[in-house]
């Protein structure tokens, strides 16, 4: 069982409070509430690339992290971008029939990163946090982007994926049909 502590941020007139919790192997905790109320923050802070105010301190972990707004920066084809990420994992059998097929990745392995289309990118970015061998992974509002028939495939993706590979997540959702396929369990969060 993984710790976190008691922390808070303050961003201008925002303060995001968040009570000690903890976390098992196997679980997917997902974060739901309204807009504005610190859930990617929350993840930010877990991810250690956002510090709380205090001296609080966050386990250390090996961490994935996918987060809300996606920009293509790779100079390259998806083939390329997940062969120079995530080379090994990519080309392991399980996780090619697993995570890569059914997001249909292989259609998309010989265009330009930069050109892809929304849902597009939010697949191949999917597929790379999955990919990066971690203890937690955090996924910022997987289904943006998604039309309904791929939200409902990267929901059975992601699920399988973090119980078989006995690994955490903790995933920011505001789609209410996803984010009920996907929990374990839920924290909601909310203005103070």
């Known amino acids: 069982m993984y710790q976190y502590p008691d922390m808070t941020k303050s961003l201008g007139d925002f303060k995001l409070r968040v009570e000690e919790g903890n976390f098992t192997d196997s679980e997917i905790v997902v974060m739901l509430g309204e807009n504005g109320t610190g859930k990617t923050t929350f993840i930010r802070m877990l991810a250690g690339l956002t510090k ?3 001296e609080a301190q966050v386990p250390t972990l090996n961490v994935s992290y996918k987060p809300q707004k996606i920009s293509p920066t790779f100079d390259g084809t998806v083939r390329q971008l997940l062969h120079k990420r995530i080379r090994d994992t990519y080309l392991h059998p399980q996780f090619m029939s697993d995570v890569t097929k059914p997001m249909m990745i292989e259609q998309l392995l010989d265009e330009d990163v930069k050109h892809l289309s929304g849902g597009e990118l939010q697949r191949v970015a999917l597929v790379m946090a999955l990919g990066k061998p971690a203890d937690i ?15 409902i495939v990267a929901a059975k993706v992601i699920k399988r994926y973090i119980l078989h590979a006995k690994k955490t997540a903790f995933i920011v959702e505001h789609d209410f049909i996803m984010a009920t396929y996907l929990a374990d369990r839920v924290r909601e969060l909310s203005r103070l």
């Open 52 to 54: 709380a105010d205090s």
């Open 137 to 151: 992974y955090l996924i910022d509002e997987p289904s943006a982007y998604l039309d309904s028939d791929q939200r």
